[in-house]
């Protein structure tokens, strides 16, 4: 039986889903006294760290999990479940942390964009009985803008290297941390997790030792999901957004199945876009929130969720904020939500107003959850322009001439899902989501979507030198050149694809095959 301190926030499901396929029970942490009499605790952490504490407080779990961890039990803390055991967090300078490791959390400091989310490797520094049948090249998967800077090297288990060496796990007598999430790290992750719960191994070195590691680029599989005619979830994918064929919505297969079947070809990240979301309200969709819970099940990737992330009233007069809807998302097994048409708007009101509200949506749901938690799903479309002054927009010089030869254009903005266009453009949506809490783009391309023709380079360009977060490349991958194009010709962290996977043009594995042998760091 392993006890799992489930402190209310980030996607617990995931960890319990994890441990659960490994053949153990799950008991949750109800009371004080249930992390006093646990055999083996997990503390898996997701958000940010000043609400993580507070709720350790409000709920008087912080005495119970400091005698927990002094007494030499097996303890594994993940993510915020490391950082908590630290003394300070420069996230929330006024906070104390359970203090039970000398040294603080640091945010990253580096010319990368942060958060740092992605594959990195792991360099090994002492033997641990986690790494058994690990051979020492594996990724694992990380998302976090603080790490933890130790003032004892000798509790260092691991480092990776982002920019710098930083301290990805630490190990100390029965205590294991680390900063990777192995929930989410494909059968690498399970292994660990595997290692952990059985307490009799040997303590090892893997065989293959590096003393540097790379982020890996990211294959995302992209599935668009919507009620077909007949009332059926169906994964569709449109052309240009469009995804009717002879008037009916095109049907290429389940979601539960086709993200089963990606993430055993390798995808590094599955996003489900629920693309009638805007005009629907997802909680009642719970067809959405099904597909979830039972992906989760046995997909340990990340799992990201977008469409209808916003407030809404229903028809009792009854209103949900945008936060109780991703809170929903979250506990059915996501890693992220994606705001589409919401972040529009949002932005929209913040240069109408020169200041933020303080309760949109992206600034609720990353408060809580923290940045990385929050996607924006951009869907731009080009205007061509006769010259950069012609509009007040960011206006980019193109070598892709418009219709009548003109040499710039703008990205326009457009919401319910490219239905309608805004008077903003792509590069200040993505900037001012950014200082909103944003903390990853999806840069959708209308013009590029299902046309196999190839990722927007200028578009993707433009938007990535503008903000320091990660950029998701989308739409047009019609062959395994086009990756590696636009991860050598822009600054992408990774590469979502829709219709080359589902129409099985071509497998993720020969993508990733390709990216390497073109010197390209992937996960295999
Ligand atoms: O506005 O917050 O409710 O979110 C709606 C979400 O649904 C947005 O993220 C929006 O991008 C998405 N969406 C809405 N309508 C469509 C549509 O296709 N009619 N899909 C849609 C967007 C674009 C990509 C696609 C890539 C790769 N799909 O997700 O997967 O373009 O495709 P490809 O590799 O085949 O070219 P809200």
Redesign the pocket.
């Known amino acids: 039986m392993i006890t799992l301190l489930d402190y209310g926030a980030g996607n617990v499901r995931s960890v319990i889903n994890a441990i659960e396929s490994l053949g153990e029970t799950v008991k949750i942490v109800n009371s004080a006294e249930d992390i006093l009499s646990a055999e083996k605790l997990v503390f898996p952490g997701v958000g940010a760290f000043g609400s993580m504490i507070h709720i350790l407080h409000q709920k008087k779990f912080v005495e119970p999990l400091k005698a927990y961890i002094k007494s030499d039990r097996p303890f594994l803390g993940i993510c915020l479940g490391l950082q908590a055991l630290f003394e300070h967090s420069a996230e929330a300078p006024h906070l104390s942390g359970l203090g039970i490791i000398a040294g603080s959390v640091k945010r990253f400091d580096t010319d990368l964009s942060v958060p740092h989310i992605g594959w990195n490797g792991l360099n090994v520094k002492q033997p641990a009985r986690i790494f058994t049948g690990l051979n020492g090249d594996e990724k694992f998967y990380f998302v976090h803008s603080y790490h933890v800077d130790v003032a004892d090297p000798s509790v260092i288990l691991t480092t990776s290297d982002y920019g710098y060496e930083f301290v990805s796990s630490i190990q100390t007598g029965n205590i294991t941390a680390c900063q990777f999430h192995p929930e989410k790290s494909g059968r690498a992750g399970l292994l660990i997790l595997k290692n952990f719960l059985e307490t009799t191994g040997q303590a090892i070195k893997p065989v293959r030792l590096s003393s540097r590691t790379t982020l890996a680029k990211r294959i995302i599989a992209?599935l668009?999901v919507r009620a077909n005619d007949q009332g059926d979830l169906v994964v569709t994918?449109?052309d240009q957004?469009?995804?009717r064929e002879n008037g009916d919505v095109r049907n290429l297969g389940r979601p539960v199945e086709l993200a089963r079947r990606y993430y055993q070809e390798g995808a590094d990240e599955i996003?489900f876009?629920?693309?009638t979301?805007?005009r629907d309200f997802p909680l009642e969709d719970m067809p959405m929130l099904e597909v979830l819970r039972q992906t989760s099940k046995n997909v340990f990737v990340p799992l990201a969720i977008?469409?209808?992330?916003?407030d809404y009233k229903d028809k009792d007069g009854r209103q949900y904020s945008a936060l109780e809807v991703a809170t929903e998302y979250f506990r059915s097994g996501a890693d992220k939500v994606?705001?589409?048409?919401?972040a529009v708007l949002i932005a929209e009101a913040y240069l109408a107003d020169g200041r933020p509200s303080g309760r949109s949506s992206i600034e609720e749901i990353s408060r809580v959850y923290g940045n990385q938690a929050v996607v924006v799903?951009i869907?731009p479309r080009r205007i061509y322009v006769n010259s950069p002054q012609a509009v007040e927009h960011q206006v980019i010089k193109t070598a892709i001439a418009g219709s009548d030869g003109e040499q710039y254009c703008w990205y326009q903005c457009t919401?319910?899902?490219?239905r309608e266009g805004r008077e903003l453009d792509a590069i200040t949506l993505a900037q001012v989501c950014e200082k909103l809490g944003a903390g990853e783009i999806?840069l959708?391309?209308i013009d590029?979507?299902?046309?196999?023709m190839g990722f927007d380079i200028e578009l993707i360009n433009a938007v990535a030198a503008a903000v320091s977060i990660p950029v998701i490349a989308?739409?047009?991958?019609g062959c395994v050149a086009h990756f590696q194009e636009v991860f050598t010709a822009t600054e992408a962290e990774s590469a979502?694809?829709?219709?080359?996977f589902h129409r099985r043009e071509i497998p993720i594995e020969d993508v990733k095959n390709y990216l390497a042998e073109h010197q390209v760091e992937v996960r295999r």
């Open positions: 992209c668009d994918k449109g957004y469009n995804v996003t876009l629920n693309i979301g805007f977008g469409g209808g992330i916003r994606s705001i589409g048409s919401d799903s869907d919401i319910k899902g490219g999806l959708n391309c590029r979507d299902g046309t196999n989308s739409s047009g991958a979502l694809a829709a219709g080359i």
